[in-house]
């Protein structure tokens, strides 16, 4: 006995929804397409003298499999990553200093090194804010590869509440 018209609908339907949310082939070593690729891990609050330059260190992780180009990415065609405080905020970078790169050989081919990001890395600003509390939404923006492929450049947030007295 044949489905009525409505039964088959519903069931093609939910058959689109499920191969829509599950991508056919992808390699199983391979992060999840929702996995996040870069986590800002912190601080999350942090209090300075007002209208002084103070050191913060912002923390972040990738994720495992995955290496982003460090902020000098070894050709200029490479995406850099890049931290940023947006204008307007109350606060304003004085000064930024990337960690130092490590050298990755693509497996694919050893003649091609880049200069990457793995695991956890921190960023040193210098941060000066106007008085009151501010809470920063501050950006990093970068690009995650694993030795395979790269996907799309990212932007993610790094909220920081800053306190300047």
Avoid: W
């Avoid at 056919?24 to 996040?36: E, H, I």
């Avoid at 921190?122 to 996907?151: K, S, W, Y």
Wanted: glycine letters at 4%.
């Amino acid at each position: 006995m044949p489905f009525p018209l409505k039964t088959s609908a519903i069931i093609a339907a939910l058959a689109l929804t499920l191969s829509a949310q599950t991508p056919l082939f992808r390699d199983p070593g391979s992060p999840s397409p929702k996995t996040q690729q870069v986590q800002y891990l912190y601080p999350e609050q942090v209090t300075l003298a007002a209208g002084k330059p103070q050191s913060v260190t912002l923390h972040f992780r990738i994720a495992p499999g995955l290496h982003i180009n460090s902020h000098t990415p070894s050709d200029k065609f490479l995406i850099p990553t890049v931290f940023s405080v947006p204008q307007g905020s109350g606060v304003s970078l004085a000064d930024t200093r990337y960690p130092l790169g490590v050298e990755y050989i693509l497996p694919a081919d050893p003649s091609t090194k880049l200069n990457v990001y793995t695991g956890d890395f921190a960023i040193e600003t210098r941060l000066v804010a106007t008085p009151g509390d501010h809470l920063v939404q501050a950006r990093l923006r970068f690009q995650a590869c694993d030795e395979n492929a790269c996907m799309p450049p990212r932007t993610i947030a790094a909220p920081i509440d800053v306190i300047a007295n």
